[in-house]
């Protein structure tokens, strides 16, 4: 089974920018859709944004034009970029192999997280 390490989370001021990292066990290559979601204060798991082995990255509207998702299946890594980051941006982030149809995290097991606060 695949195992997930997020990292890159910190305490960031409104405006600024964070990286987030998921290193993925295995051949990253052969997971068709990789996925970031994020759990905020009091708030259910919700997705951030997904990409496709080949194909367009799917984003929630709440972060469209902000964050940016890639990945490189050479090093086994997705990446979260986070610009212009919000207070409502706060919360544990996750990433998880995700389903074609919908995005939808394709495994109940997840990783540790990494927490990403942003506040002034």
């Known amino acids: 089974q695949v195992q997930l390490v997020e990292s890159g989370g910190d305490l960031v001021q409104p405006g600024g920018s964070l990286k987030l990292s998921c290193a993925v066990s295995?051949?990253?290559?052969?997971?068709?859709?990789m996925g970031w979601y994020r759990q905020g204060p009091g708030k259910q798991r919700e997705l951030v944004a997904g990409?496709?082995?080949?194909?367009?990255?799917n984003y929630a509207d709440s972060v469209k034009g902000r964050f940016t998702i890639s990945r490189d299946n050479a090093k086994n890594t997705v990446y979260l970029q986070m610009n212009n980051l919000k207070p409502e941006d706060t919360g544990v982030y996750y990433c998880?192999?995700?389903?074609?149809?919908?995005?939808?995290?394709?495994?109940?097991?997840w990783g540790q997280g990494t927490q990403v606060t942003i506040s002034s």
């Open positions: 295995g051949s990253l290559f052969s997971i068709g859709v």
């Open positions: 998880n192999p995700a389903r074609y149809d919908d995005f939808a995290p394709l495994f109940n097991s």
């Open positions: 990409i496709p082995r080949s194909g367009s990255p």
